[in-house]
């Protein structure tokens, strides 16, 4: 079965470093998003893609995240300076029409 | 801005018994809404799903009952099965003109089946 599937799974960094997580949509797939959740809160929206540019995007996804799909493949969450509260799940969602996402495994970001 | 509520944290049944797993809404522009079952390290995974213009879909032991006049909807899981045990989140989508398929999801309830 496809799957949607991210890299890194765990990620620990320093406070004030770029982080970038990727991930690689199910083929056909033509609509993305990054999805987060803080532990123990629930799972948020930062972002949706299509069509090479951004849809829309929450009060959470200021200047310092950016998204691309440089290669055709990868689709990537950039966070330019990370803060502690950037410590948390983040989830690449994508589906081929709107309605049901299909979710990776998740990266754990630690911000120390 | 909690436009999707899912006020019971926690619901514990025994293994064979019914599990109702509820989940409120705001927002009148809704109009599709799923649930997903979440394991520990894991992401969400799709459940089943309802458009507001059914009250109810059925899936094997999964089903989704929507009261829109109450902007309510619940889960039934039945019969219950340990492996059933996850956090479930219900989520909503306003599936408009314009509509980029963002979901808004619930706060998640814990769901322990005990054998």
């Known amino acids: 079965e496809p799957e949607v599937t991210q890299t890194p799974s765990h990620q620990v960094t320093q406070m004030g470093q770029e982080v970038i997580l990727r991930c690689v949509p199910i083929?056909?797939?033509?609509?993305f998003y990054w999805y987060r959740q803080i532990l123990g809160q629930k799972v948020e929206f930062l972002v949706s893609f299509y069509n090479n540019e951004i849809s829309e995007k929450s009060e959470i996804f200021d200047d310092q995240f950016s998204v691309e799909r440089p290669d055709g493949s990868n689709f990537t969450l950039k966070i330019r300076s990370t803060k502690l509260e950037d410590s948390a799940m983040y989830f690449c969602?994508?589906?081929?029409?709107?309605?049901?996402?299909?979710f990776g495994e998740g990266s754990r970001l630690t911000v120390l | 801005d909690q436009q999707v509520k899912q006020n019971s944290p926690s619901l514990s049944v025994q293994e064979g018994r019914i599990s109702i797993l509820n989940c409120d809404y705001t927002?009148?522009?809704?109009?599709?809404f799923l649930w997903y079952k979440k394991y520990p390290a894991e992401g969400p995974t799709f459940l089943i799903s309802?458009?507001?213009?059914?009250d109810k879909n059925e899936d094997g032991r999964f089903t989704v009952f929507l009261n829109k006049s109450a902007k309510h909807l619940s889960l039934h899981i039945v019969p219950s099965q340990p492996g059933d045990s996850a956090v479930y989140f219900c989520a909503a989508s306003a599936t408009v003109a314009g509509n980029t398929g963002k979901l808004i999801f619930g706060q998640g309830t814990t769901l322990q089946v005990k054998p």
């Open positions: 309802i458009s507001s213009i059914k």
């Open positions: 083929s056909n797939h033509l609509y």
């Open positions: 927002n009148s522009m809704f109009d599709y």
């Open positions: 969602a994508t589906n081929r029409f709107l309605g049901e996402l299909f």
